[in-house]
């Protein structure tokens, strides 16, 4: 069995690479002690198709229980040349320790974003062996957990854990001086994009930026350098703009030429503004009502990790049949690939961050969050199809409920604008806020006419500038209902949902579009999110199954299209 063959990284691509996906040697360490017992050392009993994680049926292990340490194990053979071998783990949880022919070649902490390890002088040419251990528990409140359950059980709105490898391992070869990244910014205005450039040496370097557009070249800069970081702007003769209507992008080739060879690297890019006003949010300076759904990004076969890119690319496809722009990647943070399609698909994001399960009033939260949540932010800010960040989602949650830390929010919403200033940022979603660009908050009111009454025009003081303690009502900020609905609906007859649940399928579909249409008709309301797009497990409320099949028919799926698309007052506004 091997599954997910496809390039991780579509924004820096390069030709000499190795998916290390497939078959791995496995072994459970519920003791933690297969360190002292010399594991690192040993062949183990199990097989594990990697990147799925050990709970999930398509790893062909499938064990549900927790699990506190595990070990993974590969023989590579590799042929590295004069390159520099890189090793990469997309997604890793929670603490990663990776041993290269028996040498530990460094750590990592944190479950949701990529890593990598430069192993050039552990590796030899032919067999390689690389050891994998991953420590790992949902119910430590020092680590980030999101969804993942901390029963046995799934339950409510939490669902199957997902320990160890769950996203792609790769090797890249790439010459002694190479690029490690490249931070992008456009200006519509001028015509310009703007690449700040990080290397992993000092040394003299020139560097070719060509931008292309339909095959054709559209600005060149070259340039030379001695740092290792590095800022240049190029400029594009031809200015296609990215919007949701017109997902616009340039091809962007970058070389690197050094006395250690030539790095070839092949990305992309938007030229798009993102700014919000009192009213909301506008693309280009056109107002946008963000009409987003909910996006957990389970699977039932692979839990957090899809079985194919095509499957990714699916979920796209089906918000957008029934009418929505865009989601809230919601406590967890999506594989590189998911948000690739949604660059080229003109389908808008907000980044979001695993909070749940992490005790953020501790002393300490701040010191771990911030550098997990901002290595999220890093990795995804060349990405035109993010509108937004949003760090935390409901902080009064778990056994902190009545001690939200806020110096922990106000610290993740200046960090986060320090290095993005151009995208809104919420401290934390659906709570009280502290500092934050835009007043969001959750609802889950069934009945339509007591939500109507709350959210069908605000007066003086909007519904949720009351009782909530951090949350003032100023009127030049704009509100984003961003979770509502929630309307359960079980095919199978179990499960739940929000609130009391329709009779009927007529039922539910007339609570869905009156619940809309009160949200899309308020000119003070910018965004909504409804929740959610498809079933997880327990959770029935989606408008597709977990399967991802519809629940209702091509009639009541066409109301709910109709309902969600239909002008909102934003909208009419110039």
Same mark, same amino acid.
């Given at each position: 069995?091997?599954?997910r063959?496809?390039?991780?990284?579509?924004?820096?691509?390069?030709? $000499?690479?190795?998916?290390?996906?497939?078959? +791995?040697?496995? !072994?459970?360490?519920?003791?933690?002690?297969?360190? =002292?017992?010399?594991?690192?050392?040993?062949?183990?009993?199990?097989?594990i198709n990697?990147?799925?994680?050990?709970e999930?049926?398509?790893?062909?292990?499938?064990?549900?229980?927790?699990?506190n340490?595990?070990?993974?194990?590969?023989?590579?053979d590799?042929?590295k040349?004069?390159?520099?071998?890189?090793?990469n783990?997309?997604?890793?949880?929670?603490?990663t320790?990776v041993?290269?022919?028996?040498?530990?070649?460094?750590?990592?902490? *944190? *479950?949701?974003?990529?890593?990598?390890?430069?192993?050039?002088?552990?590796?030899?040419?032919?067999?390689n062996?690389?050891?994998?251990y991953v !420590?790992?528990?949902?119910?430590?409140?020092?680590?980030?957990?999101?969804?993942?359950?901390?029963?046995?059980? &799934?339950?409510?709105?939490?669902?199957t854990?997902?320990? %160890?490898?769950?996203?792609?391992?790769?090797?890249?070869?790439v010459?002694?001086?190479?690029?490690?990244?490249?931070k992008?910014?456009?200006?519509?205005? #001028?015509?310009? $994009?703007?690449?700040?450039?990080?290397?992993?040496?000092?040394?003299?370097?020139t560097?070719?930026?060509?931008?292309?557009?339909? *095959?054709?070249?559209?600005?060149?800069k070259?340039?030379?350098?001695?740092?290792?970081?590095?800022?240049?702007?190029?400029?594009v =003769?031809?200015?296609?703009?990215?919007?949701?209507?017109?997902?616009?992008?340039?091809?962007?080739?970058?070389?690197? !030429?050094?006395?250690?060879?030539?790095?070839?690297?092949?990305?992309?890019?938007?030229?798009?503004?993102?700014?919000?006003?009192?009213?909301?949010?506008?693309?280009? %300076?056109?107002?946008?009502?963000?009409?987003?759904?909910?996006?957990?990004?389970? /699977?039932?076969?692979?839990i957090?990790?899809a079985?194919?890119?095509?499957?990714?690319?699916k979920d796209i496809?089906?918000?957008?049949?029934v009418?929505?722009?865009?989601?809230?990647?919601?406590?967890?943070?999506?594989?590189?690939?998911?948000? /690739?399609?949604?660059?080229?698909m003109? /389908?808008i @994001? +907000?980044?979001?961050?695993?909070?749940?399960?992490y005790?953020?009033?501790?002393?300490?939260?701040?010191?771990?969050?911030?550098?997990e949540?901002?290595e999220?932010?890093?990795?995804?800010?060349?990405?035109? @199809?993010?509108?937004?960040?949003?760090?935390?989602?409901?902080?009064?949650?778990?056994?902190?409920?009545?001690?939200?830390?806020?110096?922990f929010?106000?610290?993740l919403?200046?960090?986060?604008?320090?290095y993005?200033? /151009?995208?809104?940022?919420?401290?934390?979603?659906?709570?009280?806020?502290?500092?934050?660009?835009?007043?969001?908050?959750h609802?889950?009111?069934? #009945?339509?006419?007591?939500?109507? %009454?709350k959210?069908?025009?605000?007066?003086e003081?909007?519904?949720w500038?009351?009782?909530?303690?951090?949350?003032?009502?100023?009127?030049?900020?704009?509100?984003?209902?961003?979770e509502?609905?929630?309307?359960?609906?079980?095919?199978?007859?179990?499960? +739940?949902?929000?609130?009391?649940?329709?009779?009927?399928?007529?039922?539910?579909?007339?609570?869905?579009? *009156?619940?809309?249409?009160?949200?899309?008709?308020?000119?003070?309301?910018?965004?909504? @999110?409804?929740t959610?797009?498809?079933d997880?497990?327990?959770e029935?409320?989606g408008?597709y199954?977990?399967?991802?099949?519809?629940?209702? &028919?091509?009639e009541?799926?066409?109301?709910m299209?109709?309902?969600?698309?239909?002008?909102? !007052?934003?909208?009419?506004?110039?």
């Amino acid at each position: 069995m091997i599954y997910r063959q496809e390039y991780p990284r579509p924004e820096l691509v390069r030709d $000499l690479w190795l998916n290390l996906n497939g078959d +791995w040697e496995f !072994e459970f360490d519920f003791g933690k002690t297969g360190k =002292s017992s010399g594991m690192i050392n040993k062949e183990f009993s199990k097989v594990i198709n990697v990147p799925f994680c050990p709970e999930s049926e398509l790893s062909g292990i499938g064990y549900k229980d927790f699990i506190n340490a595990c070990w993974y194990r590969k023989k590579v053979d590799i042929k590295k040349g004069d390159n520099a071998v890189i090793l990469n783990f997309e997604a890793c949880y929670y603490r990663t320790e990776v041993f290269v022919n028996g040498v530990s070649v460094g750590v990592h902490l *944190g *479950g949701y974003t990529n890593f990598s390890f430069d192993i050039t002088d552990k590796v030899v040419d032919g067999e390689n062996v690389i050891v994998v251990y991953v !420590e790992a528990d949902s119910r430590c409140d020092k680590q980030p957990s999101g969804k993942q359950s901390q029963r046995y059980e &799934s339950y409510g709105c939490y669902y199957t854990r997902s320990t %160890g490898i769950w996203q792609t391992v790769w090797l890249e070869f790439v010459p002694k001086t190479y690029l490690k990244s490249v931070k992008l910014d456009s200006d519509i205005d #001028n015509k310009i $994009l703007t690449a700040q450039m990080f290397f992993n040496a000092r040394g003299e370097k020139t560097i070719t930026l060509t931008a292309k557009f339909d *095959g054709k070249e559209v600005g060149t800069k070259v340039f030379k350098t001695k740092a290792d970081i590095a800022t240049t702007q190029l400029k594009v =003769s031809t200015l296609k703009l990215w919007s949701i209507e017109n997902p616009n992008l340039y091809d962007l080739d970058i070389t690197v !030429e050094s006395a250690n060879g030539i790095d070839k690297i092949a990305s992309y890019f938007g030229m798009r503004r993102v700014e919000m006003d009192t009213n909301g949010m506008r693309i280009n %300076g056109k107002y946008v009502y963000q009409r987003l759904v909910l996006d957990q990004g389970y /699977y039932p076969d692979g839990i957090y990790t899809a079985s194919s890119a095509e499957a990714l690319k699916k979920d796209i496809e089906i918000s957008q049949a029934v009418g929505f722009n865009g989601a809230r990647l919601h406590e967890k943070v999506f594989e590189r690939r998911f948000l /690739y399609y949604a660059d080229q698909m003109g /389908y808008i @994001c +907000w980044g979001e961050y695993p909070n749940w399960g992490y005790n953020h009033a501790a002393p300490w939260a701040t010191d771990i969050y911030l550098r997990e949540w901002m290595e999220s932010v890093e990795r995804d800010y060349n990405h035109p @199809c993010i509108v937004g960040w949003c760090p935390t989602n409901e902080t009064w949650d778990g056994p902190y409920r009545a001690r939200q830390n806020e110096a922990f929010l106000e610290s993740l919403y200046n960090e986060t604008k320090r290095y993005d200033p /151009y995208r809104p940022v919420i401290d934390t979603s659906g709570t009280d806020h502290v500092k934050t660009d835009i007043y969001d908050h959750h609802d889950y009111d069934q #009945n339509v006419e007591s939500f109507a %009454g709350k959210y069908l025009e605000f007066g003086e003081d909007a519904p949720w500038g009351k009782g909530y303690r951090g949350q003032k009502n100023d009127k030049c900020i704009p509100y984003f209902m961003s979770e509502y609905g929630g309307i359960g609906w079980a095919v199978d007859g179990s499960g +739940w949902g929000y609130g009391k649940g329709p009779k009927s399928i007529e039922e539910l579909c007339e609570r869905y579009c *009156g619940l809309t249409s009160v949200l899309l008709k308020n000119p003070k309301i910018c965004a909504l @999110c409804y929740t959610q797009l498809y079933d997880v497990e327990q959770e029935q409320n989606g408008l597709y199954t977990y399967s991802r099949e519809p629940k209702f &028919s091509e009639e009541i799926m066409a109301k709910m299209k109709k309902a969600m698309t239909a002008k909102a !007052e934003i909208e009419k506004m110039k």
